[in-house]
């Protein structure tokens, strides 16, 4: 999606807000013992309170309102009856449509007190992914975006996923451009253009390279090799001024 009125921006401002605000929501009020589809309920009630739908459920028939991943599961893990524990790390990611818009945000958070490893590991996700936000500017490259956040993740002996991508994002959940590289990918020759709208999301690692499908369910993909990997993401709209983060909470 390329923005062409200021009511498309104020629309996906919103949408945007709402994602944001729903993780916010959740993390404040994860805590041990609570059970994941706990936490979801908490994330749908939110959400359908500002008059919005949960996106997953409405495009691909996902068995919860948000996705709730926890320390193995690196994605597209579905909310049920796991109880989260103390000292486990837990991604949640959302993603909802609201008058025809889509916002898609997530973070990763420790539960009370992690070891240092993993404190470290939420520290630089966040990291990350504003060093992949600092490469967005009209007329910027694609390929600017994973060169960055390969060279952090080097530099700092981190892996990254390599099987999830970032996309665009708009009138549509996943939507051109397609397939943005959170690494290095020489292959990339695509230009950013003035209004146009996707997500960022490096998937870093302790030590896994790409995303599997186990025998859990249909859904829940996990590292490979196994390793522990946060995912931090915000939908953003490309300007001449650098990125126009959508999903920040207020």
């Not at 062409?4 to 929501?25: N, Q, T």
């Not at 193995?72 to 790390?89: C, T």
């Not at 051109?176 to 999301?201: K, L």
Request: glycine letters at 10%; one cysteine or more.
């Amino acid at each position: 999606m390329i923005i062409s009125s200021e009511d498309e921006l104020e629309k996906l401002k919103d949408i945007g807000r709402i994602c944001g605000r729903a993780v916010k929501i959740m993390a404040e009020a994860m805590e041990p013992g609570m059970t994941t589809r706990e936490l979801d309920a908490i994330g749908r009630k939110f959400i359908e309170g500002e008059g919005a739908q949960s996106a997953p459920e409405v495009c691909y028939q996902f068995p919860g309102a948000t996705c709730i991943s926890v320390n193995e599961e690196v994605a597209h893990g579905i909310p049920g009856e796991r109880v989260i524990a103390v000292g486990d790390l837990v991604n949640i990611d959302v993603s909802a449509v609201k008058d025809g818009f889509f916002g898609d945000t997530g973070s990763s958070f420790t539960v009370g007190k992690a070891d240092a490893k993993t404190q470290r590991l939420v520290r630089d996700g966040k990291r990350a992914l504003w060093v992949g936000l600092s490469q967005v500017k009209t007329g910027g490259r694609l390929a600017a975006i994973g060169d960055a956040i390969g060279t952090f993740a080097r530099k700092n002996r981190y892996t990254l996923i390599q099987n999830l991508a970032s996309h665009g994002v708009g009138r549509s959940l996943h939507e051109e451009p397609t397939e943005i590289s959170t690494w290095p990918d020489p292959d990339e020759t695509r230009i950013m253009e003035e209004g146009q709208v996707f997500t960022i999301e490096p998937f870093l690692s302790l030590g896994a390279n790409f995303a599997e499908d186990g025998d859990k369910d249909n859904w829940t993909l996990f590292s490979s090799p196994k390793a522990l990997t946060v995912q931090f993401e915000h939908t953003l709209v490309v300007t001449k001024n650098g990125p126009l983060i959508l999903t920040l909470a207020d």
